[in-house]
């Protein structure tokens, strides 16, 4: 929380001895794995495509999983070098 806001930011925060904050880092990336799985339930049932709900929940656990690990490479900023 950055002046009693709250703040998700796309790169990551620094505690107060300038180490990388994991804690708000984990949170930020579930808050955006929760959105992915829900947004791929929704629009596996939208589509009409939920005939089997098991493989619908697999789909959106990596589609969610995908997410929560490429939110925390941003949050450190991890990048390829060329």
């Given at each position: 929380m950055?002046?009693?806001?709250?703040r998700?930011?796309?790169n990551g925060l620094t505690t107060v001895n300038g180490k990388?904050?994991?804690?708000?880092a984990?949170?930020?990336a579930l808050i955006a794995a929760g959105v992915t799985f829900f947004a791929t339930i929704g629009g596996i049932g939208a589509s009409?495509?939920?005939?089997?709900?098991?493989r619908a929940i697999l789909a959106a656990s990596i589609a969610a999983g995908g997410s929560f690990f490429a939110w925390l490479a941003m949050k450190r900023n991890i990048t390829v070098n060329e």
């Open positions: 950055a002046n009693g806001r709250i998700m930011s796309r990388f904050d994991w804690n708000d984990i949170i930020d009409g495509l939920l005939d089997d709900p098991a």
